[in-house]
């Protein structure tokens, strides 16, 4: 159940205190709870009031932290980086959401034209599923399920990216900054290996470097593409990967077999 603001807003008024953010979910979740099935909770009211500080408390299982990515999808990289400075309030249960997996062909609702394929570059489309998939947010697909084509597919049905993103531990990835407009995003997992994603924002292809010692790692480790699904060997003290614009190369990183 999406549980949405909208209206809820004329009733709070402009200056809402804590109880009035929380009121109207805590009511939902007591109803919720009562019923004999499963149903995944989210509050969708674009983080106001803190929401990842209670969200769990009234009864849901993931949250908005930001507002909708809306239909041209220019606020990717924004949106993610603010949901992850929330990573602490990651837990089994409780999830932080930044908005749906536009890909594909997408629009299409209200006022907006019939869904047409997305004008997102496929490197950042990739990044995409990326980022969502180091925070371990929600993965709910938003597109013309009729139009999927076999590049979306792939990018939506990668075991080992959806394996990153479902993992036990539940950890939100910690962002490193790098230069040029590059990032690293860091997800301990529960077997003990990292889940790192190389990130290039800019309008070129750069070089990109983990260096173990900033994602807490030493001794030589194993390193798998999993976008790729392959192996690329062991490295004792740094990975580094041409990336392109707007796009990511991730990878695990694992104790040497």
Request: glycine share 10%; with cysteine; aromatic share 10%.
């Amino acid at each position: 159940l999406k549980y949405d603001w909208c209206s809820y807003g004329k009733i709070a008024g402009k200056d809402p205190d804590l109880e009035a953010y929380k009121l109207p979910y805590r009511q939902m979740g007591d109803i919720l709870k009562t019923l004999d099935r499963d149903i995944v909770y989210n509050l969708c009211q674009y983080g106001m009031g803190d929401v990842w500080k209670w969200g769990g408390e009234v009864g849901a299982h993931c949250w908005r932290t930001a507002g909708d990515l809306g239909y041209y999808l220019d606020k990717v990289y924004a949106v993610a980086l603010k949901n992850a400075e929330h990573r602490q309030y990651s837990k089994p249960g409780e999830w932080n959401d930044p908005d749906y997996i536009q890909i594909g062909w997408i629009g299409g609702a209200g006022k907006q034209t019939m869904p047409s394929p997305t004008k997102m570059s496929p490197a950042m489309q990739y990044a995409y599923m990326s980022l969502w998939s180091l925070m371990a947010s929600p993965l709910v697909y938003s597109g013309d399920m009729s139009k999927l084509d076999r590049f979306t597919l792939n990018i939506l049905c990668n075991n080992e990216i959806i394996e990153v993103n479902q993992d036990p531990l539940g950890e939100s990835g910690l962002v490193i900054e790098k230069p040029d407009s590059c990032f690293l995003m860091v997800k301990n997992l529960f077997d003990g290996s990292k889940a790192v994603g190389l990130f290039n924002r800019g309008k070129e292809e750069r070089k990109v470097t983990a260096e173990w010692m900033e994602i807490g790692v030493n001794g030589r480790k194993m390193v798998r593409d999993l976008w790729r699904q392959k192996d690329l060997g062991a490295s004792g003290s740094k990975f580094s990967a041409t990336v392109p614009s707007q796009g990511v190369v991730m990878i695990r990183i694992s104790d040497k077999k």
